[in-house]
């Protein structure tokens, strides 16, 4: 089973945010894909494991899950990894319309920056294989 959300509009970015906060990315780890406008970030989102009840049931474990961050649009773009950390956490995607910028913001000083012609951001979860 796959999942996805397609984000058009800056007032909906929650949408994205409140998926990729926490998550953790390489910077080693994005892509262009065949067409240059679209640029691709796998990503992790920490282990959760809720069990209200212990005691009563124990929930089969959840089915692991490859998560993808893409941007569409993309004219030019800035990733920098000065700490030399590569594996970063994610506070949240925020847009620009000013100069027509998409950051992803790290809790960690780095360099995230996407120039776009428009918003176009597409959160993918599919099976893990």
């Known amino acids: ?28 780890g994005y892509r262009l894909g065949p ?9 992790r989102r920490p282990r959760e494991d809720r069990r209200p009840y212990p005691l009563f049931r124990r929930r089969p ?8 961050l893409q941007f569409g649009n993309v004219a030019d773009h800035r990733i920098t990894d000065d700490q030399g950390i590569d594996e970063y956490p994610m506070n949240g995607v925020n847009y620009n319309a000013h100069d027509g910028t998409l950051r992803v913001e790290t809790s960690i000083p780095t360099v995230f920056i996407l120039w776009v012609a428009a918003i176009h951001i597409t959160l993918v979860a599919e099976p893990d294989t």
């Open 61 to 68: 474990a959840p089915e692991p899950v490859a998560w993808l």
């Open 1 to 28: 089973m796959r999942a996805r959300v397609d984000v058009w509009d800056a007032q909906y970015l929650w949408l994205i945010n409140d998926i990729v906060h926490d998550a953790s990315y390489a910077v080693s």
């Open 35 to 43: 067409d240059p406008s679209i640029l691709t970030v796998p990503f």
